[in-house]
Each structure stands twice: as C-alpha cells, then as structure tokens.
C-alpha cells in the first residue's frame, strides 16, 4: 500500500523559509500542490521519476525549488522568500506511472495523495 507521508509545515514570518519533506515508496512522478481557503487546488511544482527534471508554477518560480532523494524515497520543496498569499494546505502526491511532461501540472494525473501539511506566512 503506497503512504505519502508529509512534514515541515508551520508558521512562519514574510520573507522566511520553510522546508517541506514528503516520503514517497512507491511512486514514480511526484509533485507539490496547494489549496488555500475557498479556492480550488493548485500545482506548486514536480519532479520526474529517474531525471533531474523539475517544473515549477510560475507563482513560486524563483522561490520554490522541488528536489528528490531516491535513496530516501523523499521529495522536497525548499519555500524561500515566503509571501502571505503561499499561506495554504501543502499536499505531496506520487504517480503511479510516467507522465509525459506536458500533463505534470494536472492533479488528475497523479493516484496517491499525503494528508497536507499547513503553511502560514504571517507576521
């Protein structure tokens, strides 16, 4: 049974950093989204199973920054410069396939889900 397991969620001030761990058995693509409070979900960043292949939302281009340890089966995302408007539900979620990259930003496309760690940028 495949388990995404979350951690590094918190409160932190505008302009600090956060780091989010996610440990993924089992997946292949795994990614990063976020839902905030009344809007919908949406995709923060990826990184593809066996390349070094990251994208990220242009929202956190700059900022954000998703990397993987294999050997872990951990996925990350490095938060820098954290504004308010990143305040939000963070989920990690893993594919049970490859996906071709146009559709990494979907989360259709993506079958396991972690329960969502929360980030709260305030002073």
């Known amino acids: 049974q495949v388990q995404l397991v979350e951690s590094g969620g918190g409160l932190v001030q505008p302009g600090g950093s956060l780091r989010l761990s996610c440990v993924a058995s089992?997946?292949?693509?795994k990614a990063w989204f976020r839902q905030a409070p009344g809007k919908e979900r949406e995709f923060v960043a990826a990184v593809r199973w066996g390349t070094t292949t990251t994208v990220h939302a242009d929202s956190v281009k700059g900022r954000f920054t998703i990397s993987r340890d294999n050997a872990k089966n951990t996925v990350y995302l490095q938060m820098n410069d954290l504004k308010a408007e990143d305040t939000a539900v963070y989920y990690c979620?893993?594919?049970?396939?490859?996906?071709?990259?146009?559709?990494?930003?979907?989360?259709?496309?993506?079958?396991?889900w972690g329960q969502g760690t929360q980030v709260t940028v305030s002073s």
């Open positions: 979620a893993g594919s049970n396939r490859r996906l071709i990259l146009s559709v990494l930003r979907s989360s259709a496309e993506y079958n396991y």
């Open positions: 089992g997946t292949y693509d």
